[in-house]
């Protein structure tokens, strides 16, 4: 932490945290006494504060609102029996929302920054990370173009800031997914590997026509031919097939997810093998048919891993058996066990705030 | 206009107008007085008003910084010699803005908000309308999604705002220009026709290493093969072989240019031959060669037409020739003498304020 850095703290007069009904919490709807914000101009970042969480002023030709100059991140802190709490794998995080930074012409952020305000920011509101099964603290570090003016070219001035909101284990239904033949998420030599706003706002359309046909999710396929499977909304994809685990390979297109990696590690760590290449929608299709495709499942830092009911893909529809042995079930549990201290952690996962 | 949609207007105290350089103007960096603002919740438009230009308030939360949910039109204001204030085909700026809207899973904004707010608001600003050759009142639309919550979901209410930056004719240097052949701007299935917020943020890495290389812009190229032409940062291309004007035709990943559709109904006034259909790379180099190639330029409503200089792709570099017949030039002055309302409005395209 150099003296520049120096991050100043203005707490909140009184918490609000007697106000809120933890059993029932909106995902990301409630926020937490503070936040971090941090500005960079002159090709600085200056002043980091943490402050009451509130709103700020923007003027309406800032160029997010315009030209959509913005990244995020998405990870989550636990709290253990002992009241201790750990980020998992935050410095994870921390370089791909510096790669995300490069793609979209912003500035990066230093680690002292990142990881020394995120633990600072939770270490301060540390009473929002509730201990029991499947509760969190999502926390939500993000970067805007903060410059004014519409000329389209990158920003001058970046905020960089982290909001922080209660999670809890939600049950989201069944979730469906249709393998997408016609919209796309992301092509070759685009921004689809960076966790940029645009990705997001891109898919809503599409998603929306798949919950009017009773399908919650889109799984998308590669632009250019709509033959292999890449990733959903905000999640990973790993197919079973067999007793073997495939998962798509990191490219242009594909956010490379902690939680993907995770799982990789951990189903190595059991004994299951793990493919990571391309996987055909045709060869999804054909161990439907034969009965060898036993799961399909998303992975990602709000809902950790979601077991996938079913799909379509065109006119074609297939329900996944129910099994005992379930791949997704099992790894869960383990990576739960990591996030709440109750297992050795042998990949150095867990940061303690 | 409904009772509803009534638009309240809040007057400025005092115009700042007579502190305005408009001999030094950045582009979009200075705005009018006035400013037009409405909110889009539980499923209406809500309290259209006219208001001092100034900050909004924004949590930290709100949809837009997080999932790029927003969109933007681009048009312009005129004055005549006469002190009549008119716009450029305003219909077509509306109608895509709804069609952007529309793949962002975004409210539309009714005619009686967008055309006739629009107008209100020029008409309130009309001293900051300059009258001289290049002069114009660029006027920016724009749309965001204002929801507070980090769910990624299309957001539940929006802010649709229009402000206003007063423009001149600034001499952009020369413009040379690389042809895509790693990057790419959309894909098939994708939002590339949607003046959608994050398809420029998206630019901006690949536009500031062609930069670095001496080049101002970027030309796309089709993301699967990147053997097609498709269009520039901020501008769709037209191709002069011989004394033919080619232009890409509309498809999921262009802007449907409402300068392009001027230029080619222009040239074709003019006798000019003019086909829409994809151009290669290949055919465009080849041309070079054999001394064919006359002319690229480029068209949209901020700097109307701009030749390029020269190209490069991969290796291959080329210097356009300098013509006494340029057609850049002439089809340029034609739609400047309707800007001004100096010619005859043959195709409907002046709207007055
Ligand atoms: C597009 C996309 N894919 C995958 C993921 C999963 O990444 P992670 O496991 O790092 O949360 C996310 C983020 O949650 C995402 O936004
Ligand atoms: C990507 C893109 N292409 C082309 C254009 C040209 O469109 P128009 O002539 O309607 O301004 C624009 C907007 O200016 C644009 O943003």
Sequence with gaps: MTETHEIVVEKVKESKIGNIDFDNLTFGKTFTDHMLECTWRNGNWENPVIKPYGPIMMEPSAKVFHYGQAIFEGMKAFRDEDDNVFLFRPEDNWKRFNESAKRLAMPEVPEEIFMY????????????????????????????????????????EYKFMVVMSPAFAYYRGDVRVIIASQFSRAADGGIGYAKAAGNY???????????????????????????????????????????????????????????????????????????????????VKEAAESGELKEIFGTGTAAVIVPIKGFKHE????????????YASDIKESIKDIHYNRVEDKHGWRVKV
Tied chains: 1, 2.
Aim: net charge negative.
């Design 117 to 156: 305000g995120l633990k600072k920011l939770v270490d301060l509101d540390r009473e929002w990370v509730r201990y029991g099964d499947g509760l969190s603290l999502y926390l939500r570090p993000f970067m805007i173009a903060s410059e004014n003016g519409v000329a389209a070219a990158p920003s001058t």
């Design 201 to 283: 706002a891109a898919s809503f359309y599409p998603n929306n026509l798949a919950l009017e046909e009773g399908y919650q999710q889109i799984i998308w396929t590669d632009a250019a031919s709509h033959e292999y499977l890449e990733e959903a909304g905000t999640m990973n994809i790993f197919v079973r097939i067999g007793d073997k685990l495939l998962t798509a390979p990191n490219n242009d297109r594909i956010l490379n997810g902690v939680t993907r990696r995770s799982v990789i590690q951990l189903a190595q760590d059991k004994g299951i093998e793990v493919e990571v290449r391309k996987i055909s929608v045709a060869e």
């Design 315 to 326: 006119e074609y529809t297939h329900e996944l058996p129910v099994l005992n042995d379930s």
